[in-house]
């Protein structure tokens, strides 16, 4: 296999959440960590690798930062979801005991999934770039009095010990990836389907209200809505969305021709497979 072929790009070092997802949903390929997530989308962009596994959002701890930013400019398509449980584990050296514990490190994410324990310990929050990173550096240079937040799988890699299992907040924590791809991937218009867009609406009263309102009158569910700033100004304001539905369909061709009338730009960042997850 050369180039990129078979491989799919994601943030973080082995034994990242994310790391997991990519060998759980996406078996055939090849996991390749990146420093950061623009690194995996430029990946893909330079079929360095063919697909790139990135976190959206999380039930606990809400959407991944940065992540809808990078997506509208990213150039390439989102092509399925997947929706995986998150099990965090409390790790430390061989020779730690809980009772030892003053300060745990681990990603931003992670640590606001885990705000019960971190409390109940009293111990203090430190972030790290990502999840098995904060493992790595804890087995290599971390101090007995040291934890990290991390997956199973991290502790088995740096041969750490899990002082307390299954520390996340909720039994139910999940997180919602996408697999992003150079081209579009284009489901059957009868199947199950996601559209993701992102839109910024016309300068005049009460253009969100009317362009959003093409979905409720054609019965089209819209599942996210979320806004965020372009280029730093309170002005610019982009909202990114998903709704069930293929734009191949009536209903839903409709509601996107009335979006896109009250709209200055709008984009289809990706048509796919509804996770079976996503109604669990």
């Not at 089209?220 to 982009?238: H, I, P, R, W």
């Amino acid at each position: 296999m050369t180039g990129g072929a078979g491989k799919i790009a994601f943030q973080g070092e082995f034994g990242a959440f994310s790391d997991e997802a990519c060998r759980r949903f996406a078996p055939g390929f090849e996991p390749i960590p990146c420093p950061t997530f623009e690194a995996a989308l430029d990946a893909v962009r330079d079929r360095r690798a063919e697909r790139a596994m990135l976190p959206v959002e999380n039930s606990i701890a809400g959407r991944v930062a940065d992540i809808h930013h990078l997506l509208p400019e990213a150039g390439l398509h989102i092509v399925a979801e997947h929706f995986m449980p998150v099990r965090h584990q409390l790790l430390g050296r061989a020779d730690a005991t809980l009772s030892d514990i003053r300060s745990v490190r681990s990603h931003v994410m992670a640590l606001g999934q885990c705000r019960q324990i971190i409390a109940e310990l009293k111990l203090r929050p430190e972030i790290s770039g990502d999840t098995a990173g904060a493992a790595r550096r804890l087995a290599e240079e971390g101090r007995k009095d040291e934890a990290a937040i991390a997956s199973a799988r991290a502790a088995e890699l740096y041969g750490l010990k899990i002082l307390r299992a299954n520390v996340e907040d909720s039994g139910r924590n999940t997180t919602r990836f996408l697999e992003m791809a150079r081209e579009p991937f284009d489901p059957p218009s009868d199947a199950p389907t996601v559209t993701s867009f992102v839109f910024q609406v016309r300068n005049i009263p009460a253009a969100l209200y009317k362009a959003l309102g093409g979905f409720a009158t054609n019965g089209v569910n819209m599942t996210k809505l979320e806004s965020y700033m372009v280029d730093g100004s309170f002005a610019q304001t982009m909202f990114y969305a998903d709704i069930e539905g293929h734009p191949q369909t009536e209903h839903v061709r409709r509601a996107i021709e009335e979006l896109s009338y009250f709209s200055t730009s709008l984009r289809i960042i990706g048509v796919y497979p509804a996770a079976r997850a996503r109604n669990g």
